[in-house]
């Protein structure tokens, strides 16, 4: 299986984030900024045709960016890195930038300045070794088997759950985080594996990737993909009974995402229909 993360995969669960994250804040982490209006493509062109991707941006409802890097070590060449992406953002966005560096449970200290003599770079540290991943996951855990519905602030856990401090690795969390967003309803479910994903992509070993992809097969989030790679490797001289069946199949997915009470313009990014198809679709599905 192939654990590679391809643009068009990130794509559909950037989207997903997108739709969730909005009108929200991570001020339960101490990350106290405007509410989240939307995220921004994370990839950074270089002049040499390379590619590299900060973890996640988002952009704010004061018109402001947030980025958010997930770290598991702690050293002065990721400070580099960090105000690498942060000057290709700010030569293409006329915004203000802030920089929160998330570290894992096991880091105690991390440095937020970087002097490079005319050029001084300032980041905000937040450690999640003050957070017991072990007790949340037992809470979390506990509240899913009785029945109860998590609640926005226990799905901001769940979802950062593998950076807490705990007694195993980031990895054997990441993949319980999994199954315990397995169990809840399927709006939660397809936001919670979709930001697992994005968020343990560069701390994960291989094998344990396989396992977190696993999991994401049973999620609706492999439709949407499965979706968009038909598109993209769509070939010409398709029969026109397979079009058809196709279409019907992104109709469902519409369906299945006007459910989760995702908007119109999301689902029309994802499923590659018109707004005016989704539209119909929601007035059919209504009547």
Request: hydrophobic fraction near 35%; include cysteine.
């Amino acid at each position: 299986m192939n654990t590679e993360i391809s643009y068009h995969n990130n794509d559909v669960l950037m989207k997903v984030l997108a739709e969730q994250f909005r009108n929200k804040t991570l001020d339960v982490f101490g990350i106290k900024t405007a509410k989240i209006k939307t995220l921004l493509p994370s990839a950074h062109p270089t002049i040499d045709a390379k590619e590299t991707r900060s973890d996640i941006i988002f952009l704010l409802e004061d018109d402001t960016l947030l980025h958010l890097e997930f770290q598991t070590t702690a050293c002065e060449r990721d400070l580099k890195r960090f105000l690498y992406y942060d000057a290709r953002l700010a030569s293409r966005q006329e915004r203000q930038i802030r920089t929160f560096v998330v570290y894992s449970g096991h880091i105690e200290q991390a440095k937020e300045r970087l002097d490079c003599g005319s050029i001084l770079y300032q980041v905000e540290n937040i450690y999640m070794k003050d957070y017991n991943g072990d007790q949340e996951y037992n809470r979390l855990k506990a509240k899913i088997e009785s029945g109860q519905l998590l609640n926005e602030t226990d799905t901001l856990k769940l979802i950062f759950l593998p950076l807490m401090k705990s007694r195993q690795q980031e990895e054997e969390l990441a993949i319980q985080a999994a199954e315990l967003a397995k169990a809840t309803d399927e709006k939660t479910k397809v936001f919670a594996i979709a930001a697992l994903i994005v968020i343990t992509d560069k701390i994960m070993s291989e094998s344990n990737k396989r396992k977190l992809l696993e999991v994401l097969k049973m999620t609706q989030i492999e439709q949407w993909i499965r979706e968009e790679g038909r598109e993209e490797g769509r070939e010409e001289g398709r029969q026109e009974g397979e079009l058809k069946g196709r279409q019907e199949e992104k109709r469902e997915t519409a369906r299945t995402m006007l459910s989760m009470g995702m908007s119109p313009e999301v689902i029309a990014k994802a499923t590659k229909l018109s707004q005016e198809e989704i539209l119909r679709i929601e007035k059919e599905t209504k009547n």
